[in-house]
């Protein structure tokens, strides 16, 4: 959900329907609905496909590659490129042609917002060049950002977001606990509750060959 960002997620409703607006025209569209071919309906994709994850994750491998798999070697148009995290929250508030679910890695990936392999984004329309996303003034880099979009501390107190403190990792050491059946509880709650993560690896390994290099859009 998008809800540090600017305003509270209402969940029963789909990205498609968090703005009054917008909403009121995928309804219009529905009711409306002339084509005798096409069945009525709200919006033209999904708004969790294998594209949509991978204009997300295309900065990093393997979604780079995979993303210029699907796209004939090419990145797409620089303003179609996920460059900013505000400017993705105002699509999905105003174009009716975008409805595109955050993926869980916006939770946990500080990596998928820098461009660290360089790769030629493209030029956008304003004259900027896209190369890693820019974060909302609250975010200093990439980690503060995943870190603060979790909602831990007053933001989730603020937000009713607030969970047992045995589903947080590191809230208990188990190195800590000699008593079997006491650590045996515990580890039941990591392994079949909901379990927050809250550790980056901000030092991945290196993979064994380095990533590709892929020319320039033309």
Known sequence: ?????????????????????????????????????????????????AKSTLLWLLRIEPFTTFFLNANN????????TFSAITRSWRHCQRDTSDVKELIPEFYYLPEMFGNSNGYHLGQR??????????????????EDF????????????????????????????????????LREVRLDTTRYDTHVTVTMDTNPPTPPHPPPIYPAPP
Not at 23 to 39: I, L, S
Not at 73 to 80: E, P, S, T, V
Not at 131 to 138: G, N, Y
Request: net charge negative; hydrophobic share 30%.
């Open 146 to 181: 995943v870190r603060i979009n979790r909602m831990r501390g007053p933001e989730a107190v603020r937000a009713l977001n607030v969970f047992h403190h045995l589903t947080y990792e590191g809230s208990v050491s188990l190195d800590s606990i000699t008593d079997p059946a």
């Open 73 to 80: 070697n090419k990145f797409d148009h620089a303003d179609r």
């Open 1 to 49: 959900m998008w809800t540090v960002i600017t305003l509270e997620r209402k969940e029963r409703n789909p990205i498609g329907a968090l703005n009054p607006k917008r909403a009121a025209f995928y309804a219009e569209r529905y009711e409306t609905w002339e084509e005798d071919q096409t069945p009525p309906y709200h919006y033209n994709t999904h708004y969790s496909t």
């Open 125 to 142: 329309e304003d004259g900027s060049m896209v190369c890693d996303v820019e974060l909302p003034p609250w975010a200093n880099k990439p």
